[in-house]
C-alpha cells in the first residue's frame, strides 16, 4: 500500500479532527472533557475544566444511565441516541458513538464520543408519528403477505390484536383473501385505490368503512408495504338509506296524489310533474315538459307570482287550458321553495274543480228555480191579500152611497186608493225581480260602485241625522262586475240598514259602517248598521220568500232581488244580526267565479 503524501498525513494528524462536521470530544475516566473539535464547541460552548453531563445537559451530577462510565469498563464501542442541550439551551437530538481509546496493558483511559445531530431529523419523525397516531381514521401499514405490519392507535382500540395479523382475517373475520381487496390492487399496480368494505369488530358489530390504500414507495420507486386508511361511513350509509326511503316514500305519495304536482328547480327546470298532472292537462307519460309549456297553461303572471312572494299563492278558482287546448277550472296553490334563506325552486298543485263547479251551477239554478216558485205562491198570496183589500174598499164604497153615509164612502176611497198604490208598488218589484236580465260584465272598481251608492243617499242620511263611514282597504282590483245590478244591491243594503232606524229609540246615536276590501281572492262588500236588528225568526224567512216588515212600503223582493244578482256573479250573501243591537250584511264576490267579458 503506497504512503501518503507527507502533506496529507500532516493535514490529516492536525485539521482534520477540527474540519469533520460532527460534534467530538475526548474524555478521561473521571469524565471530564480533556479535547474537543471546533464543532463541538460551536454547538456546546466552552467546555474546558467541565465534565461531559454539565456540557451535554446542563446538569451538576453524573446520569444515571450513563454509557460512558459503562464504556470504560466493557471496552466496547456503543451507539446511543441521546438528547441534551446546546450553548443556547436549546434541546438537541443525537446520535453518539463512543469508542474507548485502549492503551498500554490493554486499559482505558480514555473515551473517544463522536456525535451526529439528529433534531431536524427527530421533529420530523415525531410530527409523522404525531399524524399516523392522531390522524380522524384507522390508519395500518400492511405487507405483501397482507399481514397487518403497524397500526395507529385508533385502529388498535377498535380490535383486540392486529399487528402481526392478516388483514382479512383480523378485519373481516375471514379465512381467505378478499375478492375485492384495495390492499392487492394496489400492490398489483402501485396506484391507489378506493372501496367500500364491511369490517366485524370484537363485540359483533358491523361497520361499513370507506377504505383508501396507497403504495409506501422508496427512492427506487420500489414498495412492499401498503397503507390502508379507513373511515366509518355507517352513519353516512345509515342517513343514505333513510334518505332514499324517504325519497321513495314521498316519490310514492306525490306519484298517487289524486291532484296534479308540480316542481321546478331554480333554473326552471320541470324536475316533478306527476301522473295526475299529465291527467289534468293532457300530456302523454313519456312527453318532456317545459316551463313555457306549463306558463301557457296556467294563468297568466301565476308562475311569476309564486316564484317573487314569500309564503303561500293560492287561487281558489282558476281557468286551465290542456295540451289540445280545452280548458277545464282548477284551484292552484302554489309556495316559492326555498333552502338556507336561498331560493331552490318553486313547486304547486291543481286541483280540478269542473265537476265541483258545474254542481255549483246546477245548484244556483235549482236556487233560482225555486225562487221562482217562491216567488209566485208569494204573488198569490199577495194578490189574494189585495183583493180582499180591494173588496173591503169596494164594500165602504158601495155602503156608503147606498146609505147616502159620505164618511163611509170616502173610508172606501181611501182603502181602495192605498191598496191600488201598494198594486203598483208590489207589480214593479216584482217585474223587476222577476226580470231575469242577463248580467253584463264590464271592466270596473268595485270601490267606486259603492261610493257613489254612499252618496246617492247623502240627503236621507242627514235627513234621518244618521252618520254613515266608508271604509275602503287599499288597493282594490279591477273586476268583471255588472255595475247596474251591483250598484242596486248595495242600494238595497244601505236602505234596509236606514229603515232599520225607524222604530228605534230617538236617543241612540244612528250609524252606518260601509266597507270594501280584497282578502283570499275574494272582493267582500260589507254594510253594518247599529239598528233594530233582526230576531232569530225572521233571520230565517229573509232569503226564503217575500217578507218583510215595512207594512206597505215593503214588496219583500229587495233581499232576493240582491241574492239573486250576487248568485249570477258567483258570489253570495250572508247576515249577521242580533234584535235591538243592529245587523251586518256582507256580499261575497268570488274573483275566480266573477263572469266573463264577451268579445
Known sequence: MKEPAQDLKIWIEKELFHAVPVFIAALDRHLNIVYANEAFKDKFGDWEDKKCFDVYKGRDSVCKDCISRFAFSNRKTSVSEQTGYDKNGKLIHYIKYT?????????????????????????????????????????????????????????????????GEYCYS?????????????????????????????????????????????????????????????????????????????????????????????????????????????????????????????????????????????????????????????????????????????????AFSVHDISPMKKLEKEKIE?????????????????IKNLINALDGGMYFLKSGIGKGDINRVHKGIETLTRNIERIRL?????LNYSRFRAITP?????????????????????????KIK????????????????????????IGNAIDSFVDVDKDRDKKIWVKVYDEEGSIYIEVKDNGCGIDKDHRKRLFGKFFTTKGLEGTGLGLLMTKKIIQEHGGNISVLSKKGEGSIFRLRLIRGRLPKISD
Request: include cysteine; aromatic fraction near 6%; proline fraction near 3%.
Open 426 to 430: 208590489f207589480s214593479k218589484a216584482f
Open 442 to 466: 264590464t271592466v270596473c272598481n268595485p270601490a267606486d260602485i259603492v261610493t257613489e251608492v254612499v252618496e246617492s243617499f247623502a240627503a236621507k242620511i242627514i235627513e234621518n241625522d244618521i
Open 366 to 382: 235549482a236556487e233560482r228555480m225555486a225562487i221562482v216558485g217562491q216567488t209566485i205562491a208569494g204573488l198569490a198570496h199577495g
Open 170 to 346: 383480523a378485519l373481516k373475520g375471514r379465512k381467505e383473501k378478499c375478492i375485492e381487496c384495495t390492499a392487492r390492487q394496489t400492490f398489483e399496480d402501485g396506484m391507489q385505490h378506493t372501496g367500500q368494505h364491511v369490517w366485524k369488530l370484537t363485540d359483533g358489530r358491523t361497520l361499513n368503512m370507506h377504505v383508501i390504500t396507497i403504495p409506501l414507495k422508496n427512492e427506487d420507486e420500489k414498495y412492499d408495504l401498503v397503507m390502508e386508511m379507513a373511515v366509518d361511513i355507517s352513519k353516512t350509509m345509515k342517513l343514505q338509506d333513510s334518505l332514499e326511503t324517504a325519497h321513495n316514500y314521498l316519490e310514492s305519495i306525490i306519484n298517487t296524489s289524486m291532484d296534479g304536482i308540480v316542481g321546478i328547480s331554480k333554473r326552471g327546470r320541470v324536475e316533478v310533474f306527476n301522473s295526475a298532472a299529465r291527467s289534468l292537462f293532457n300530456i302523454d307519460p313519456g312527453q318532456i315538459v317545459s316551463q313555457e309549456d306549463i306558463n301557457t297553461m296556467l294563468p297568466k303572471g301565476f308562475l311569476a307570482q309564486v316564484s317573487e312572494e314569500i309564503g303561500h299563492t293560492y287561487l281558489p278558482e282558476a281557468e286551465l287550458k290542456k295540451s289540445n287546448g280545452e280548458t277545464f277550472y282548477g284551484s292552484l296553490s302554489g309556495n316559492k321553495l326555498q333552502g338556507h334563506g336561498e331560493k331552490i325552486g318553486m
Open 470 to 493: 266608508l271604509q275602503m282597504e287599499p288597493p282594490i282590483a279591477l273586476a268583471h262586475l255588472d255595475y247596474e245590478k251591483i250598484h242596486e244591491c248595495v242600494t238595497n243594503l
Open 99 to 163: 469508542v474507548p481509546v485502549i492503551g498500554e496493558n490493554n486499559h482505558v483511559n480514555y473515551l473517544v464520543e463522536i456525535s451526529t445531530e439528529t433534531t431536524r431529523f427527530k421533529k420530523t419523525e415525531e410530527e409523522y408519528k404525531l399524524l399516523f397516531e392522531q390522524v380522524p381514521c384507522n390508519v395500518m401499514i400492511i405487507d405483501r403477505n397482507f399481514k397487518i405490519v403497524r397500526a395507529n392507535k385508533r385502529a388498535q382500540d377498535m380490535f383486540e390484536s392486529l399487528k
